[in-house]
């Protein structure tokens, strides 16, 4: 059987390649290709219905990567021991590819379509995140499935002062900055990531690094492309049309629409305003059929997605009211929980979180269990996101693709600001409640995040607020207008969604999305100086709530201490089977847990009371010292021989008190002096070069007076 394998190879300009392949697997697919670079393969596949469903007048896109375990060498840990649901990371990549690829496809494209990508062999240097979006897009390149593209993702770093393509997971541990970049061979369509309080003008240096790479990639898809015969895309109709009908809604409703949208309304009377304008209009159309019903519906949403877009560029007003640059107004509380170990409500406009903080010790940290990525983490983050925050009725089904990427940008931002290790020995863990959301909810998150671990005490080294930018163009991009903090409608129908956090002093993170092309650097400059503004307003209305983290914990916090011992009494302090230490915690009462670092025992005692810490510290200490000649101990007889006693000064250290070494007296025999399990208090003497222990309690008793001479 012969193959028609076709390669491309990308020069990284290091001595790096990525290497694309079609033509050998999974040859069914619409288009397939494996990605490779050193020794990490992803393989790519894309498959499009040849015709859209009834109704449909969006792309539904479905993209998932998962992680091979076989991929690293590795059997997947649980019952069923075999790959499960997605996991938080294959989510978060699948995010940043569908928001990569979705904005490129036709809008009039309806059909079901679906892009896995599988990580089939791993390096365990090499990232296969920062390959999966080029993945994706080669696969829909040697298809025939209309796409707009093509695109590509990159990560870009800065390491010791330098930008850096892709860098290896040990470098991006040096890293300030560390952006997951997206775009066409013309325009960027998303970036992602963090750093650590960087300027403005660092990110947009960076963004244009990577895009330079980005445009390379793009041109190899391009020739592969030419190089399978698919410049030729399928043939589809996938929307029905009626211009005289949409003309006809135009003329009917939209002066309207625009008085609605510049009256200033709040969300629901507008939206119910709206409502009143489309039903009044459907009805005079009389008996009409579905498809005319649907298009009706459709058209009447462009009147409104034309009209709110023209308030804002014609006369600088928003649906609220505002200003481009205002800032909605805020008020926030901590301390509202008075049982959470810290807690905030944050709320701006009509977005509410309501954000608890819990400290946790070291048995609470986070197991990752994954193919690539795996070990604890420390720093945990939930963001819910239950339908009654707007309104709507809504099973809970546990955390959605939205959730789990609204959270991490969250976790990202805080997280450059936490204590060091040394500073905090707690499991930190966040969790944020939207309990009202018209716009950023996520941002939300972070400013509710900063208060409430203040308030649980945390010395985090800034306070960090975030904001969600929109943008505004005409049809030509000749004229556009930046949204600081957005409404909902606003990121639903603008063309980019820009979010960015940070403290005073620089930029922690970002997430932006593009929904057209032709975003200039400018326009990217302007919309992160005037996020800046916003930014700082925001931490000033914080600032009145609360300026910096509390002196203490919480009275009812719980507290850990911790203590380094030396590496050989590690195995003292478990004990056989982990006996010593499950028998210390039982009866102290804390939790303790040690692990080896840096040739030392590192030592966690965490407890909601300072009695049960004393006692157990007491203890391990115990345990974990050296018998010193000289210090007195209060022992226990543990047996009895004819020439004297063998008694416990420590855990697991017994010494010889010699029967001449009991009292000033001569004692003969050992008959009813001690009995084992008496306590006695004892001095060690000596310890000979066979590490014995010799044990005196005569020299701390005192000596009897002599008698006194006849005359």
């Keep these: 059987m012969s193959l028609n394998v076709i390669k491309k190879v990308i020069d990284l300009g290091d001595g790096r390649t990525i290497e694309i392949e079609t033509g050998k697997l999974a040859k069914q697919a619409d288009g397939s290709v494996v990605i490779k670079m050193g020794d990490t393969m992803l393989l790519a596949t894309v498959v499009s219905s040849p015709e859209a469903k009834e109704g449909v007048d969006f792309l539904p896109l479905s993209v998932d990567y998962q992680e091979k375990y076989a991929a690293t060498g590795r059997i997947p840990g649980g019952f069923l021991r075999r790959e499960a649901r997605l996991s938080d990371y294959e989510v978060l990549i699948s995010r940043l590819v569908d928001r990569a690829l979705r904005p490129m496809f036709p809008e009039d494209y309806h059909a079901d379509t679906q892009v ?18 080029l993945a994706a897009s080669a696969a829909l390149a040697v298809s025939d499935i209309p796409f707009n593209g093509p695109i590509s993702e990159v990560r870009v770093a800065k390491i010791d002062g330098q930008l850096v393509i892709n860098p290896t997971l ?105 409502k009143e304008v489309r039903d009044a209009y459907i009805e005079t159309l009389g008996e009409i059929d579905d498809v005319t019903k649907f298009l009706a519906k459709k058209y009447y949403h462009d009147v409104e997605y034309d009209a709110i877009r ?20 805020i008020w926030s509380e901590v301390g509202y929980l008075p049982s959470a170990h810290g807690s905030a409500v944050f709320t701006r406009g009509e977005t509410q979180s309501l954000t608890t903080v819990t400290l946790g010790a070291k048995d609470d940290e986070q197991m990752i269990d994954g193919a690539f990525i795996n070990g604890y983490q420390k720093f945990l983050l939930h963001y819910n996101f239950p339908g009654f925050s ?71 080294k800034s306070p960090v607020s975030g904001i969600a930018m929109g943008l505004i163009t005409n049809e030509m991009g000749t004229k556009y207008a930046i949204l600081s903090d957005i409404l909902g409608d606003e990121d639903h129908l603008g063309d980019m969604d820009f979010k960015v956090t940070g403290t005073a002093n620089g930029i922690v993170a970002v997430q932006m999305d593009l929904k057209i092309n032709g975003l200039s650097y400018e326009v990217l400059t302007n919309a992160l100086n005037q996020a800046k503004e916003g930014r700082l307003h925001i931490l000033g209305e914080m600032a009145k709530t609360i300026t910096q983290p509390r002196e203490d914990y919480k009275p009812h916090a719980p507290r850990i201490v911790t203590i380094k011992i030396d590496k050989e009494f ?35 005692i965490f407890a909601d009371n300072k009695a049960s810490i004393d006692q157990a510290l007491s203890r391990i200490r115990a345990i974990a010292s050296k018998p010193e000649v000289g210090e007195i101990y209060e022992g226990k007889v543990k047996s009895i021989m004819p020439f004297g006693a063998f008694v416990e000064i420590m855990p697991g250290k017994d010494g010889l008190l010699h029967i001449s070494e009991i009292d000033h ?47």
């Design 310 to 329: 023209n308030l804002v560029l014609d006369e600088g007003k928003r649906l609220d009211g505002r200003t481009t640059t205002q800032i909605r107004p």
């Design 116 to 133: 896995m990508i599988s990580l089939i062999s791993a390096d365990k240097d090499i990232m296969p995140d920062c390959l999966a979006g």
């Design 170 to 274: 040990s470098q991006l541990e040096k890293a300030t900055l560390e952006f997951i970049v997206a775009g066409s061979e013309h325009d960027i369509n998303m970036v992602e990531g963090e750093s650590k309080e960087i300027q403005e003008a660092e990110l947009v240096e960076a963004i244009k690094f990577a895009h330079t790479a980005i445009k390379l990639q793009c041109l190899a898809q391009k020739e592969l492309t030419i190089e399978v015969g698919k410049s030729e895309k399928r043939v589809y109709s996938h929307e029905n049309s009626n211009e005289e009908l949409k003309k006809a809604i135009y003329a009917a409703t939209y002066d309207q629409v625009y008085a609605i949208a510049s009256s200033a309304s709040a969300k629901d009377e507008r939206s119910a305003k709206f």
């Design 570 to 604: 590690i195995g003292a302090v478990i004990g056989p089977g982990g006996k010593i230490i499950q028998e210390m915690q039982r009866e102290t009462g804390a939790t303790i847990s040690i692990e080896e670092k840096d040739n030392q025992g590192i030592v966690q």
């Design 665 to 711: 007296r001569r004692i003969e025999k050992m008959d009813g002096i001690f009995e084992v399990g008496d306590e006695v208090r004892v001095k060690l003497l000596d310890i000979d070069k066979q590490g014995k222990l010799k044990l005196s309690r005569k020299v701390l008793l005192p000596r009897p007076e002599s008698p006194k001479a006849e005359n």
């Design 390 to 460: 707007t309104g709507e009725v809504r099973p809970n089904r546990g955390a959605g693709r939205r959730e789990i990427g609204h959270g991490n940008l969250a976790m990202r931002s805080l997280k450059q600001v936490l204590p060091s290790e040394d500073e905090n020995p707690y499991t930190i863990r966040i969790v944020s409640d939207i309990l009202e959301s018209n716009g950023s909810s996520s941002m939300a998150t972070v400013c509710a995040g900063t208060l409430a671990l203040m308030d649980a005490g945390v010395k985090i």
